[in-house]
């Protein structure tokens, strides 16, 4: 996407965002909310379309349209009821707005909006607008993780989360970090074991190394191999060979609290990007039939409650000498790279499927993979967000986390903060 394309779309994801804010202000049920990119009366300035199910059962239908500038837009005519006109201003503070009679109205800078006109059939008016320092850019995404409209209600975040997973399949994606709770490492702390061993504990070496190849010091299998060194089996210890923090089958563990989703929700898909069968071991124990793909032989039977996905291989328990599996690993940097510049293998096709699609909610990711955030960006859907969980680290500067949610909101995502991993299984308890 070209860079002035990315603005714009970033600019219509934020206009979006403040839509279905000012629709959860004013007491609008996530479950009356549809989408829609067409219609049969053709209007070519309209970006998109919102189908309301109103408290009274009424069908009311909003024409959205956004313009990326107030010059030349004649704003008598597109008051029309049914009309919600986003503009781009330059400073809310200086600018006097059009007050409408039958449309909504929002002018927004960018950092600052004022929303103006009818919703529902109500007259709203309402501000967004702080003194100084910008609040969209800097800190709204951020801040509404906390908001509520009453003391006992769902936050913003969680409305949004209701939303588009009551209304879209959803994928649950999967990374090392599920694991963590359970006594295992994520995968920062399992590339660094494995390179300690392979490196005998010489730090100074590991440091040297890093300073010329960075961060992965597993480039390529052929230097492993020459060395005497048995990925695969030292690879299956890291996996499975750990002391338990929390017990897999306890209630309370997050991989747990998934196969509750799962068990809930029916055409849930799981994308995992981990090696383990941690997830099959706890479905098997409750009895929830599941298909398990790692390459493309798979056969998926349809009775299956869930189909996990392993777009990076398979290693079950002891199977490190099996070629059917270690074949499956996506794990050093060649592999990585003939996986990713192959746009048709199924591991590509299934997660832009499901990244443009559905619903995707990120679980145990750091999102530092430069090859998933390429997929993200090419698989960008103007009318959904995806979510992505994410702990808080002790210490850690308050504006760090509100770069980071914003930063995340230029691949589509939506960060909801943690301060434990219960929270996980707590917030997704509450999804219909």
Sequence with gaps: MRKKDRENYIFNKKCLLILLYLYYLNGVSYKNIVFRSFGFHFDPK?????????????????VVHIYNSI????????????????????????????IPLSSLNIYFDENNFLAIGFIEGKKIRYTLKKEGSSIFKDELLYLLNLDKKEENEDSFI???????????????????????????KDWKNLISALNERFYEGNEERIE???????????????????????????LNKELYLFKDYVDFTDPSSTLYELTNFIDKHNKTTVITYNYDTNLEYILKKRGILYNT????????????????????????????NEEKFTDSLIFNESEYYYLYNNPYSWNIAKQLHDFIFKTNIFIGISLTDP?????????????????????????????????????????????????DYKEIGERLNKLD
């Design 293 to 320: 793909v790692y390459d493309d032989n798979a056969f998926l039977i349809k009775d299956a409650k869930v189909d996990i996905y392993h777009v990076h291989g398979l290693l079950p328990f002891d199977k490190y």
């Design 158 to 184: 969680l409305y949004l989360l209701k939303l588009f997973t009551y209304k879209l399949d959803t994928s649950l994606i999967l990374g090392a970090g599920m694991n963590v709770n359970y006594g295992a």
């Design 208 to 234: 040297e190394i890093r300073h010329y190849v960075g961060n992965e010091l597993f480039v390529s299998s052929k230097i492993l191999k020459t060395n005497g060194f048995d990925t695969y089996k030292e």
């Design 71 to 98: 010059f030349k837009v004649n704003l008598e005519e597109i008051d029309v009821m049914g009309n919600v006109n986003f503009f781009k201003i330059k400073n809310l503070k200086t600018f006097d707005p059009y």
């Design 46 to 62: 309209c970006n998109f379309k919102v189908v309301v199910n109103s408290s009274h059962d009424h069908i009311h239908k909003y």
């Design 371 to 419: 090859n998933m955030k390429r997929l993200l960006e090419l698989a960008s859907n103007f009318l959904k967000f995806n979510f992505i969980f994410m702990k808080k680290e002790d210490n850690f500067d308050s504006n760090t986390f509100r770069d980071v949610t914003n930063y995340f909101f230029s691949y589509d995502l939506i960060t909801i903060w943690i301060d």
